[in-house]
């Protein structure tokens, strides 16, 4: 079936550092994603989102990237702080049917040293 | 952003009792949830769509008898894990739509169930 997939699975930065977490999404009708960050024991906390008619969006600290043409969506996070670590998980739509369901990557997990 | 709590946080049952689980938008009214599945070092699996005031649509391959769910108002939703065996032992969290957009979904803390 349509699946969203992540990468790299673990992904270690030095504090300070940028970060770029990818995302390969297969169904081609999805014209929503979103990046939430989960930490350990927590519920997923919403982080960015962006509409499949956009390329780029940007928030405080991150951007989202779109490339529709290969299927691919990034996470940049820039001055990466401790506070970062946790998983990242890219979501996607089911474009076709309008149900707000949301289909999750296999996640990645973010370590920064200090 | 909108807030979506849920109840308990953490809860361990003996094997064969039920659990029962409540998620509610704290500042919105939410016609739709959702409830997800996540085991550890996984990602989320969407268990069913709770919908006020219908029944409830199951995603294939989770038992609709197993997970009761329920959605009689606008600001609530159950999840109720019946005669729980310790394969039920996971991490559960619901999710709601956030109403002006109709699409960004904000999720409860999630409830940790052990079963014995």
Same mark, same amino acid.
Not at chain 1, 33 to 38: D, L
Not at chain 2, 68 to 78: K, R
């Given at each position: =079936?349509?699946?969203?997939?992540? #990468?790299?699975?673990?992904?270690? %930065?030095?504090? =300070? /550092? ?24 927590? =519920? ?27 299927? #691919? ?10 506070? /970062? ?8 739509? /089911? ?16 370590? %920064?040293?200090? | 952003?909108?807030? @979506?709590?849920?109840?308990?946080? &953490? @809860? ?11 998620? &509610? ?5 939410? *016609? ?16 069913? !769509? ?29 999840? !109720?894990? *019946? ?16 109403? @002006? *957009? ?8 999630? !409830? ?5």
């Amino acid at each position: =079936g349509e699946s969203v997939g992540l #990468h790299l699975p673990t992904l270690s %930065v030095q504090e =300070g /550092d940028n970060s770029i977490i990818n995302c390969a999404y297969s169904n081609s009708a999805s014209d929503y994603f979103i990046w939430y960050k989960q930490e350990s024991g927590k =519920g997923p906390q919403f982080i960015i989102d962006i509409r499949s008619n956009m390329d780029k969006r940007q928030g405080q600290r991150v951007t989202v990237l779109l490339n529709k043409t290969v299927k #691919h969506l990034s996470l940049q996070i820039a001055a990466t702080q401790p506070g /970062d670590s946790a998983v990242y998980f890219c979501a996607e739509n /089911d474009g076709s049917s309008n149900t707000g369901k949301l289909i999750f990557g296999q996640g990645t997990t973010l370590q %920064v040293k200090p | 952003g909108a807030v @979506v709590s849920q109840h308990p946080s &953490r @809860v361990i049952c003996k094997s064969g009792t039920s659990v029962k689980i409540e998620c &509610r938008s704290l500042d919105f009214q939410a *016609t739709t949830m959702f409830w997800y599945r996540q085991f550890p070092k996984q990602s989320l699996m969407l268990m069913a !769509t709770s919908n006020e005031g219908s029944k409830a649509t199951y995603e294939q391959g989770v038992e609709k008898d197993k997970f009761l769910i329920n959605h009689a108002s606008l600001t609530l939703s159950t999840l !109720t894990v *019946t005669s729980a065996h310790p394969e039920d032992s996971s991490f559960y969290i619901c999710s709601a739509i956030e109403p @002006v *957009t109709n699409e960004k979904l904000f999720f409860g803390s999630g !409830t940790q169930l052990s079963v014995l």
